[in-house]
């Protein structure tokens, strides 16, 4: 049987935009054998956010783990949301860590960053910046 993630991330595809991490990740994933659900393409801010967690929900149960990509702006909001939803059905989630600005919010929004990247199976460290960042504040789940 396939392992099926729900890959939650801006997926704004199309002209004007960059090629981002979920496009390339999502299809190497597949590649490899997995089964994977990406979101959101939605280009409204709130709309995406109610897409991404209305996406938890309803593939809960089709799905083995869900990755977020967590950015240091507003983005860091939406994965705080998304990773408590799924704490609640009690589904594993795995943060993607992205922008140079994670180390600030792990020192002015420490109650949400600890919910958030304590409650993970791994925190993604794409960078040695960020995972000597993390380390520093005593993260200890992370690749």
Same mark, same amino acid.
């Given at each position: ?23 390339? !990740? ?24 109610? =897409? ?7 593939? #809960? ?7 977020? =990509? ?19 059905? #009690? ?5 993607? /860590? ?17 919910? /958030? ?12 910046? !960020? ?13």
């Amino acid at each position: 049987m396939k392992t099926a993630i729900l890959y939650v991330g801006n997926d704004l595809q199309g002209s004007g935009t960059n090629v981002t991490t979920i496009a390339t !990740l999502s299809t190497q994933l597949k590649s490899l054998g997995y089964e994977v659900h990406a979101v959101s393409r939605k280009r409204n801010k709130v709309i995406r956010l109610l =897409d991404m967690m209305w996406s938890v929900v309803a593939y #809960r149960r089709q799905v083995d783990y869900v990755l977020i =990509d967590t950015y240091s702006t507003w983005n860091f909001y939406y994965a705080v949301a998304v990773a408590n939803l799924c704490r609640l059905f #009690r589904l594993p989630y795995i943060p993607i /860590l992205h922008g140079g600005n994670l180390p600030s919010r792990l020192k002015n929004n420490r109650f949400l960053s600890y919910k /958030l990247f304590n409650g993970a199976k791994t925190n993604v460290c794409p960078s040695h910046y !960020l995972l000597e960042a993390f380390k520093k504040e005593g993260y200890t789940n992370l690749t």
